[in-house]
């Protein structure tokens, strides 16, 4: 059983059918596409470039497809998963519109009984989380937010019909990616735009562009090559790292180097030097850039200031890539509001009190972001050995062995799941690898006689220490982010993907197989193939 119809549930669907193995999916949409689903917010856009934010698995699939932008839209990548639900006919073997509400493992047949919101209950030999890390949307605990008699909405679950905003009075509680992409977005339409920021975020501009026919040729004749050069690159990128120190070059060779990236847009810029993400003086340098491009592009110092971040390292949290976001506080009809100088005191039944001022609102929008990482496996009630959830384990931090199973819980495979590079990549990357690994398990178990694999406490234990200790070469722990989930009151503060490189990940997941899959254990189930 798999659960979940986004990007890695229809690959887990492809891939397991075509090992041979009977599959069923349950998806609580009433389409495919996953985050690309539910984010419909206008502007939503990935921040991978499109060819290579898609699948490798199939050749023809990558011959056939034509993207339009270097940076998909949200409407253009939920095209493509609906191309490929129905090019490779996954739909029937998907049940939409329902929700997996519980799973428990009975020791004495070794099955997982799954029970879904709607009272089916399933047993299955396998269970697979499919659920996307930014799915289990947060939603914080604002005094009087049942009250507001207006339009509310969250960027990860918006209308499929959209909004319309004309002429009204449009707040944004939220500045993260989500918020930076649907301000601008907003602000072109509604009569008074206030956002209300907590924490400035540096955001590289996109530099988005249609790709010319020469560009899609290039990269389709290349796609082999391209694509291993991605799976064995420390980023799961193909834009190099400039290999030099940003301490040892000339001020202006350096100037440079950090116009040039922010010209090429996004992400690349990280990569400007070496350094940038393991050395604080190395990343302020690039953090002072960038502030110096934001104060250049933002008419009003002292919005300027608010805008300019100062308490975190730059890509310490997950960098945003932006169109036209700071270039927006220049429009009249636009108000920035700091909730760190002036709080958010509670929700009105028409508006918003900050700091003792009230905001006369007609929407509502909270781009507050997702319980990230655990949140969509945490949320199911998923019970283990001894009756024991997978929230409580997890209650202090989350454990894995190679970010794809937890000591346990047998049978029980967490695609791109805390431990794993998954958000620190091209998802796309992480998810064909995971489901490559587990698909390859579940065939060599079955060729080998065995239908049961857990991991095993020792190894879960060695990979956790691996992790945090991949993460402290790193400038990531700097920053109060949902890498290490503290966006979440209570949540434990843990990094909680791998930043040792996808390259590395790779080499070591592959290595644990090649050695008859050292650090689990497999064996015989203790009843026959459920039904």
Same mark, same amino acid.
């Given at each position: 059983?798999? $659960?979940?119809?986004?990007?890695?549930?229809?690959?887990?669907?492809?891939?397991?059918?075509?090992?041979?193995?009977? $599959?069923?999916?349950?998806?609580?949409?009433?389409?495919?596409?996953?985050?690309?689903?539910?984010?419909?917010?206008?502007?939503?856009?990935?921040?991978?470039?499109?060819?290579?934010?898609?699948?490798?698995?199939?050749?023809?699939?990558?011959?056939?497809?034509?993207?339009?932008?270097?940076?998909?839209?949200?409407?253009?990548?939920? =095209?493509?998963?609906? &191309?490929?639900?129905?090019?490779?006919?996954?739909?029937?073997?998907?049940?939409?519109?329902?929700?997996?509400?519980?799973?428990?493992?009975?020791?004495?047949?070794?099955?997982?009984?799954?029970?879904?919101?709607?009272?089916?209950?399933?047993?299955?030999?396998?269970?697979? *989380?499919?659920?996307?890390? *930014?799915?289990?949307?947060?939603?914080?605990?604002?005094?009087?937010?049942?009250?507001?008699?207006?339009?509310?909405? &969250?960027?990860?679950?918006?209308?499929?019909?959209?909004?319309?905003?004309?002429?009204?009075?449009?707040?944004?509680?939220?500045?993260?990616?989500?918020?930076?992409?649907?301000?601008?977005?907003?602000?072109?339409?509604? /009569?008074?735009? +206030?956002?209300?920021?907590?924490?400035?975020?540096?955001?590289?501009?996109?530099?988005?562009?249609?790709?010319?026919?020469?560009?899609?040729?290039?990269?389709?004749?290349?796609?082999? /090559?391209?694509?291993? @050069?991605?799976?064995?690159?420390?980023?799961?990128?193909?834009? #190099?790292?400039?290999?030099?120190?940003?301490?040892?070059?000339?001020?202006?060779?350096?100037? =440079?180097?950090?116009?040039?990236?922010? @010209?090429?847009?996004?992400?690349?810029?990280?990569?400007?030097?070496?350094?940038?993400?393991?050395?604080?003086?190395?990343?302020?340098?690039?953090?002072?850039?960038?502030?110096?491009?934001?104060?250049?592009?933002? %008419?009003?110092?002292?919005?300027?200031?608010?805008?300019?971040?100062?308490?975190?390292?730059?890509?310490? @949290?997950?960098?945003?890539?932006?169109?036209?976001?700071?270039? !927006?506080?220049?429009?009249?009809?636009?108000?920035?509001?700091?909730?760190?100088?002036?709080?958010?005191?509670?929700?009105?039944? !028409?508006?918003?009190?900050?700091?003792?001022? &009230? &905001?006369?609102?007609?929407?509502?929008?909270?781009?507050?972001?997702?319980?990230?990482?655990?949140?969509?496996? !945490?949320?199911?009630?998923?019970?283990?050995?001894?009756?024991?959830?997978?929230?409580?384990?997890? =209650?202090?931090?989350?454990? +894995?062995?190679?970010?794809?199973?937890?000591?346990?819980?047998?049978?029980?495979?967490?695609?791109?799941?805390?431990?794993?590079?998954?958000?620190?990549?091209?998802?796309?990357?992480?998810?064909?690898?995971?489901?490559?690994?587990?698909?390859?398990?579940?065939?060599?178990?079955?060729?080998?006689?065995?239908?049961?694999?857990?991991?095993? $406490?020792?190894?879960?234990?060695?990979?956790?220490?691996?992790?945090?200790?991949?993460?402290?070469?790193?400038?990531?722990?700097?920053?109060?982010?949902?890498?290490?989930?503290?966006?979440? #009151?209570?949540?434990?503060?843990?990094?909680?993907?791998?930043?040792?490189?996808?390259?590395?990940?790779?080499?070591?997941?592959?290595?644990?197989?090649?050695?008859?899959?050292?650090?689990?254990?497999?064996?015989? /189930? %203790?009843?026959?193939?459920?039904?």
């Amino acid at each position: 059983m798999v $659960v979940g119809a986004g990007f890695g549930g229809m690959y887990a669907l492809y891939d397991l059918r075509r090992r041979g193995f009977t $599959v069923r999916v349950f998806e609580r949409g009433s389409g495919v596409g996953g985050t690309w689903f539910w984010n419909r917010y206008p502007g939503a856009r990935c921040d991978i470039e499109s060819m290579e934010y898609s699948y490798s698995f199939d050749e023809d699939l990558q011959q056939e497809w034509t993207w339009s932008q270097r940076y998909p839209t949200q409407p253009e990548i939920l =095209a493509y998963a609906e &191309h490929v639900a129905d090019r490779f006919d996954l739909r029937r073997h998907i049940t939409f519109g329902t929700g997996v509400g519980a799973a428990a493992y009975d020791e004495g047949t070794d099955v997982w009984r799954v029970t879904t919101d709607t009272g089916e209950e399933v047993d299955a030999r396998f269970l697979v *989380l499919a659920t996307g890390v *930014l799915s289990a949307t947060r939603v914080p605990e604002f005094p009087g937010l049942e009250r507001f008699r207006g339009q509310l909405h &969250h960027t990860a679950r918006w209308p499929v019909d959209g909004v319309d905003v004309t002429g009204k009075r449009v707040g944004v509680i939220g500045t993260g990616s989500s918020g930076i992409q649907v301000v601008p977005q907003l602000a072109a339409d509604a /009569a008074r735009l +206030t956002v209300f920021q907590r924490t400035a975020n540096y955001s590289i501009s996109a530099e988005n562009d249609r790709l010319t026919e020469e560009q899609i040729r290039d990269v389709r004749a290349d796609y082999p /090559a391209i694509r291993e @050069k991605a799976r064995r690159s420390f980023t799961g990128s193909t834009v #190099p790292i400039n290999r030099q120190s940003a301490l040892a070059v000339p001020e202006d060779e350096r100037r =440079a180097q950090f116009e040039a990236r922010w @010209k090429l847009g996004g992400f690349p810029f990280l990569g400007s030097y070496d350094d940038v993400m393991r050395d604080l003086d190395a990343n302020e340098l690039a953090a002072e850039f960038v502030r110096d491009k934001i104060r250049s592009i933002v %008419r009003d110092p002292a919005v300027a200031e608010l805008l300019t971040p100062d308490d975190h390292p730059i890509g310490s @949290k997950r960098i945003c890539v932006d169109t036209g976001y700071f270039a !927006t506080f220049n429009r009249s009809n636009v108000r920035l509001v700091s909730v760190r100088e002036r709080p958010i005191e509670e929700i009105t039944e !028409t508006g918003l009190r900050a700091g003792g001022e &009230h &905001h006369e609102l007609d929407v509502l929008v909270l781009a507050t972001g997702f319980d990230a990482m655990t949140g969509s496996f !945490t949320r199911i009630d998923i019970r283990g050995r001894g009756g024991q959830t997978l929230a409580a384990k997890w =209650a202090d931090g989350a454990r +894995t062995y190679l970010g794809v199973q937890t000591a346990g819980f047998p049978n029980l495979f967490t695609l791109t799941g805390p431990g794993s590079p998954a958000v620190l990549c091209n998802m796309f990357l992480a998810i064909e690898q995971h489901v490559d690994w587990v698909g390859r398990a579940l065939s060599t178990m079955r060729e080998e006689g065995h239908d049961v694999i857990e991991a095993t $406490v020792e190894a879960e234990e060695q990979w956790t220490t691996h992790v945090d200790e991949a993460a402290d070469g790193t400038l990531y722990k700097h920053a109060n982010s949902w890498y290490v989930g503290s966006n979440v #009151p209570g949540k434990a503060r843990v990094f909680l993907p791998y930043a040792g490189g996808v390259g590395r990940y790779r080499k070591i997941c592959d290595s644990v197989a090649e050695d008859g899959y050292r650090g689990f254990v497999l064996g015989r /189930a %203790r009843a026959g193939t459920p039904a």
